[in-house]
């Protein structure tokens, strides 16, 4: 599975930014994509996830402003990021899973970086 990330970009506080994440490859298998972001000298944490099934979770920073979708086919997944902070200043990682009886195999796109100026 290979994730393509874009839309990332430098934007004022209260602003919005919509990212997209395009895979491609063996997606038959994924149940749920995602977004995941790490700042600068913090922990990556969870962003948003969307099952093939629609089902979303929003991590609880985020939970309120931001909005994860996908397209019909369940091959792109939008983030929608409004009312945007200082603290959502990250590099962006989208993710795609494959649930599996073995566990969960996860793909990492390449990170966009989403800068939120004051």
């Known amino acids: 599975v290979q994730l393509q990330a874009s839309g990332g970009g430098l934007v004022q506080a209260g602003g919005s930014l919509r990212l997209s994440c395009t895979s491609s490859?063996?997606?038959?298998?994924?149940?749920?994509m995602g977004w995941y972001r790490q700042a600068p000298g913090k922990q990556r944490e969870l962003v948003a996830t969307?099952?093939?099934?629609?089902?979303?979770k929003y991590g609880d920073s985020v939970k309120g402003r931001f909005t994860i979708s996908s397209d019909n086919a369940k091959t792109t997944v939008y983030l929608r990021m409004t009312s945007l902070k200082l603290e959502d200043t990250a590099v962006y990682y989208c993710?795609?899973?494959?649930?599996?009886?073995?566990?969960?195999?996860?793909?990492w796109g390449q990170g966009t970086l989403v800068t939120v100026s004051s």
């Open positions: 993710t795609a899973d494959d649930f599996h009886p073995r566990g969960i195999d996860r793909f």
């Open positions: 490859g063996s997606i038959d298998s994924i149940n749920e």
């Open positions: 969307i099952t093939t099934g629609g089902v979303t």
